[in-house]
């Protein structure tokens, strides 16, 4: 859902990029076409406003580094700003969902507006819970709504059909009919007491936040309970009123988390940087699709990266790894290897030409770079007959050219051209297209204090060696 | 309506109530633009808008108009196209019921909107079928069943997993053989990226068509003849609004817009924005969670709430609103 918010605001940057330093009208404008871009997307006008304000202060008073264009330098701060915004201030970082839970059961209560999504979230989360081994158990206090709880018992049972392991800790807790919401509620929290329920999901009935009734039914309801996180679940697709409903949530009950639903819809992801904004919580979890399976831990250093047009360095590792696949093993793995250590050399990458055949690790790594560099490089996935050049020109080269793509000066070049019947001019687009790759590279590892590690997950380097073994099935 | 002219006299009307009402500030263009963006218009519209208005402020007729309120006639003008009434039911004589298709993201309001038209259509002494063709959501039918009970209409069901299309063939065949007026058909929520569901949408269609056909008495009927699909939009949508009806128009035709959860904090002016993109008009909004609880789209009411109009702007707009609408 994130694509389109990239593109646009690549636009936008892309006009600082190639000047020398950053002038404050050039900024002006660039951040003038950003701001269309993220209202476009569907950013709340308030985030939007502290977004740019911050990255205008900070931009300007930066001292342009040598190394990096001072574009490059924008989109660095974009890149950390957006991260900001979505992770909230650093050293109030909250603690992980459900951790500082005390009682037993675990208490999650989701509230959010009609059609939400909460009844399918809640047998998502309930599957999500005891996949990690606890004895979950989900109830329907949505008294309001025909259906609603055969609905919830429904998806529960869909998603113990789907993991038979993670099913055993499965429980329905048929409500005891009542009137009175109040009753209904305490009945609930009996039963799961009585089943030794290690978590437990209310699910609730949907609400505007102007039925004064109903939130005070809700305020209420959050009282008897007294749950460990309170998510508000709302529309990926929703826009400008993203702020009004977090905020109107948040005056009656203390939310302590965002889920997003229909996450996997074309939207551009605006909604997740205006409910962080607006509710001063963290974003937990996407919904991604129907199956009770569809749900996705947010990782907010993923999502930065892929509005800004990062490209997806998971997605990018992903594909290496299906291309690994095809290789020699040990090969792979010193690939691999080097890879995380954010080494790529053109012996390197006449390894992967070489092992390319409709999907290899330079094609995976193409796609994953920003479409602004992939568009610079020109079609970047080469045909047969392109690759054909490439392959030659490049074992036209010494190992050690290879290594060193740095010595090729022009005798070097025009004896690699006729070596491998080309032109100067291919070897030159080669080189090209090798040091575009090689600096999104080196960009993507030294960006950001979490690097490379944090992009992947958080697992450290060594770990990730091993899930490199585990993925190239043995001969 | 379409004609521009009223509008030309809307201006003067309003020029010449200035007088008789004590005006607030006059509000900036930035001002302006920042009601539209909150209200969900995008920039690109509340651009044109903006820019429409300080055109219009030039003009000698309007010097004296607060800019707020020729946004408002602005805004009307677009929204002013676009306003169309359900369609009545057929007459059971003839052999065909009126057949409506409701369709929409997941979570958009559809099932509830499909209970509110029942309740509507009955209320006008027509005599309503519901079919439940979300087959796919769990305890969907279940739902409606609950509804149908409620109102008291007829109701076709299959078993969950079912074949919607084949479902929707039996209760348009079952509807004509026994002689509803109205037949109502709930679909399964879907997004507008998921290309197979679109397709399912399609046979669907076709499926109700070609049962209507069945009848003897009414052999080559048409979509249009007796066919309207509507999509919900839930009012709380951004720039998927427009996406939405684009793409769902574009991928099985769509007749008209009911526009849901306007109760709510929501503007809605992201549906400006899929009027403005589709040229389809809205037929109805909902306002609650009962039955009674879906209205007509009435695009002054509409936009006073969307710009936020109070006090003596309100009913300077009120005043010349209803002057506007007996012209």
């Not at chain 1, 005070?216 to 007294?226: F, Q």
Request: a neutral charge; glycine letters at 8%; hydrophobic letters at 45%.
């Amino acid at each position: 859902m994130f694509e389109q918010l990239s593109e646009r605001l690549q636009g936008g940057i892309k006009r600082l990029t190639g000047r020398g330093v950053i002038r404050e009208a050039d900024l002006d404008e660039a951040l003038a076409s950003v701001r269309t871009a993220l209202l476009e997307a569907d950013v709340s006008l308030a985030a939007v406003r502290t977004l740019l304000d911050s990255v205008r202060v900070r931009a300007l008073g930066q001292e342009v580094l040598d190394s990096v264009s001072p574009g490059q330098q924008v989109v660095q701060v974009f890149l950390e700003e957006i991260r900001t915004l979505l992770d909230g201030d650093p050293d109030k970082a909250p603690a992980p969902f459900l951790a500082t839970a005390q009682q037993t059961p675990q208490v999650v209560l989701l509230v959010g507006l009609q059609g939400a999504g909460k009844t399918s979230l809640a047998a998502k989360l309930a599957l999500h819970l005891a996949r990690e081994g606890k004895k979950t158990g989900v109830v329907s206090l949505d008294l309001s709504r025909p259906a609603a709880a055969e609905q919830l018992e429904k998806s529960l049972a869909r998603a113990r059909a789907l993991d038979e392991k993670a099913g055993g800790k499965l429980v329905y807790l048929a409500r005891v009919e009542d009137a009175q919401l109040a009753k209904t509620a305490k009945a609930a929290l009996a039963e799961a007491k009585r089943e030794s329920l290690e978590s437990l999901i209310i699910d609730t009935a949907g609400r505007t936040t102007l039925a004064a009734d109903l939130m005070d039914e809700m305020r209420s309801l959050a009282k008897i309970v007294s749950p460990d996180e309170v998510l508000l679940v709302a529309d990926a697709m929703t826009g400008q009123d993203a702020v009004r409903t977090a905020q109107g949530f948040g005056e009656v009950v203390e939310i302590s988390g965002v889920v997003l639903t229909r996450a996997d819809a074309d939207g551009r992801g605006g909604a997740a940087l205006s409910m962080r904004h607006a509710s001063g919580q963290p974003v937990r979890f996407l919904g991604v699709g129907e199956s009770p399976e569809a749900l996705e831990v947010f990782d907010s250093d993923r999502i930065a990266r892929r509005i800004l047009g990062f490209g997806d360095l998971i997605a990018l590792v992903e594909a290496a790894s299906r291309s690994a696949e095809r290789q020699d093993a040990e090969k792979a793995d010193r690939t691999a290897k080097r890879f995380h250590k954010g080494k790529f050399d053109l012996n390197d990458m006449y390894e992967q030409l070489q092992a390319m055949s409709g999907g290899g690790l330079l094609e995976g790594l193409l796609q994953g770079l920003p479409a602004a560099v992939r568009k610079k490089a020109g079609g970047m996935a080469p045909s047969d007959k392109e690759l054909g050049h490439m392959l030659a020109i490049l074992s036209s080269m010494t190992a050690e050219e290879r290594r060193r793509p740095e010595v090729l000066q022009a005798s070097r070049k025009r004896r690699i051209a006729k070596g491998s019947g080309t032109t100067v001019a291919e070897v030159n687009r080669l080189l090209k297209k090798y040091q575009d790759t090689r600096t999104v590279m080196k960009r993507l590892r030294k960006s950001g204090d979490k690097g490379l590690q944090g992009l992947l997950g958080g697992q450290p380097a060594a770990a990730l060696g091993e899930d490199w073994q585990k993925l190239i099935p043995p001969r | 309506m379409k004609d521009k002219k009223p509008f030309a006299l809307w201006r003067t009307a309003l020029a010449a109530s200035a007088k008789r009402f004590a005006s607030p500030p006059d509000e900036s263009l930035e001002e302006l633009e920042e009601r539209l963006l909150l209200a969900d218009l995008g920039p690109s519209l509340a651009a044109d808008l903006v820019a429409a208005v300080a055109a219009d402020k030039k003009q000698k007729t309007a010097k004296e108009t607060p800019r707020l309120l020729l946004l408002a006639a602005a805004l009307l003008e677009r929204l002013h196209p676009a306003t169309a009434a359900l369609p009545p039911p057929r007459q059971a004589p003839q052999g065909t019921p009126l057949a409506l298709l409701l369709i929409g993201a997941n979570g958009s309001g559809k099932t509830t909107t499909t209970a509110k038209l029942a309740q509507a259509y009955q209320a006008q002494g027509a005599s309503v079928l519901i079919v439940a063709c979300d087959t796919f959501r769990a305890a969907a039918s279940g739902q409606l069943e609950a509804w149908a009970r409620r109102l008291g209409v007829g109701f076709r069901a299959a078993p969950e997993a079912a074949d919607p299309a084949a479902l929707a063939f039996v209760g348009m065949e079952s509807a004509v053989r026994e002689g509803y007026e109205v037949v109502l058909f709930d679909s399964a929520g879907r997004l507008d990226n998921e290309a197979p569901l679109m397709d399912e949408l399609a046979k669907i269609k076709r499926a109700i068509v070609k049962a209507a056909n069945q009848a003897p008495a009414s052999q080559h009927l048409e979509e249009k003849d007796f066919l309207t699909t509507l999509l919900v939009l839930d009012a709380t949508l951004g720039a998927a609004a427009v996406a939405q009806a684009t793409r769902f128009s574009q991928a099985i035709g769509v007749s008209g817009l009911v526009v849901t959860k306007l109760d709510g904090t929501a503007l809605g002016g992201a549906v400006v924005r899929a009027v403005a993109a589709t040229g389809l008009p809205i037929v109805a909004v909902g306002l609650g969670e009962s039955a009674e609880d879906l209205h007509p789209f009435a695009a002054g009411a509409f936009v006073a709430a969307l710009l936020g109009l109070e006090g003596e702007l309100l009913r300077r707009f009120q005043e010349q609103l209803s002057l506007y609408e007996q012209a």
